[in-house]
């Protein structure tokens, strides 16, 4: 069953696309996900709550979505900020393909669809948005957290999407402790049992 969790590089379960509907930065749009990728049927909830919350993503520049299963993050940033370069993270290679298929269809030639280890090292981000892989496991999670957030701008901001009973206040406080005095971490916001942080470089 280990090749059917979303974060496998490569899924067990067959390859069936399926079509579902959603709203992304203000758009009905009509997009391709498949099993073995996080949330197959629909938009989740936390992902949801982020795209609710955010703040107009920087106009230009570098944006990065973490963990961009079949894209929802990532369209929404391309969708907003058409003249920055989106890049669209996962270990997921099905993930990443349906990311690719799906900018495609709604004609979004700024995503960058790739592997963590096909991101440019010297790459800086003027936000990050994530609905983090919590199900990882905690030394993953932190581990992932910790090679991307210092690779924000001076004075930009990550945001990310957290269930309070999946650990969304003690994540809270290892972040604050973590990246020391150089960043700022709040709770932004609190909806359907979700807590947004807000992580801002000083």
């Known amino acids: 069953?280990?090749?059917d969790h979303y974060f496998s590089a490569?899924?067990?379960?067959?390859?069936?696309?399926?079509?579902?509907?959603?709203r992304l930065?203000?758009?009905?749009?009509?997009?391709?996900?498949?099993?073995?990728v996080f949330?197959?049927?629909?938009?989740?909830?936390?992902?949801?709550?982020?795209l609710e919350n955010v703040p107009q993503p920087p106009p230009g520049g570098n944006l990065l979505d973490i963990g961009c299963g079949w894209?929802?993050?990532?369209?929404?940033?391309?969708?907003?900020?058409?003249?920055?370069t989106v890049w669209a993270v996962d270990v997921n290679e099905r993930a990443l393909e349906l990311t690719r298929r799906n900018a495609r269809e709604l004609g979004l030639d700024n995503v960058n669809a790739v592997t963590p280890e096909n991101v440019p090292a010297d790459l800086r981000f003027r936000t990050i948005w994530s609905n983090p892989p919590i199900r990882i496991g905690k030394p993953a999670l932190h581990a992932l957290l910790q090679a991307w957030l210092p690779r924000l701008d001076e004075a930009s901001t990550a945001w990310l999407v957290v269930q309070k009973n999946l650990?969304?206040?003690s994540l809270q406080r290892?972040?604050?402790?973590?990246?020391?005095?150089?960043?700022?971490v709040d709770?932004?916001?609190?909806?359907?049992g979700f807590r947004v942080l807000k992580v801002q470089r000083r």
């Open 167 to 169: 650990g969304s206040d």
């Open 25 to 36: 930065a203000g758009r009905d749009v009509e997009l391709t996900t498949a099993p073995g």
């Open 10 to 22: 490569d899924p067990g379960s067959d390859f069936e696309p399926r079509r579902i509907r959603t």
């Open 71 to 84: 894209g929802p993050i990532a369209l929404s940033l391309a969708m907003e900020s058409p003249r920055a």
């Open 187 to 192: 709770r932004d916001a609190i909806s359907r």
């Open 1 to 3: 069953m280990s090749g």
């Open 39 to 50: 949330s197959p049927e629909h938009l989740d909830g936390g992902t949801r709550v982020l």
């Open 174 to 184: 290892w972040l604050s402790d973590d990246l020391g005095s150089e960043f700022q």
